[in-house]
């Protein structure tokens, strides 16, 4: 398990413009980039001891968050 956030800056190098082209002209694709940052931001809390949560809830964050992380791939996907 690691304890660096995954940014999805990081995760997508090179699709920079493109993530923020569509939040600008898509409202889902931007509600899912804020969720996705929201949820990072928790899971990253819990990951480090901030924020502790039991591993049940952890992991539920995580797939949370991989279940965005593979929609928002998808959307940038079809549009790139």
């Known amino acids: 398990m690691s304890h660096t956030p995954h940014e999805l800056a990081e995760d ?6 493109q993530i923020h082209a569509l939040k600008l002209t898509n ?10 940052h929201d949820l990072n931001r928790s899971v990253h809390r819990a990951e480090t001891g901030l924020e502790p ?28």
């Open 12 to 17: 997508f190098p090179g699709a920079g413009a």
């Open 27 to 36: 409202p889902h694709f931007a509600k899912l980039v804020e969720s996705y």
């Open 53 to 80: 949560v039991d591993d049940f809830t952890a992991q539920k964050m995580r797939k949370e968050r991989m279940v965005l992380k593979d929609e928002i791939a998808g959307m940038l996907a079809k549009a790139g």
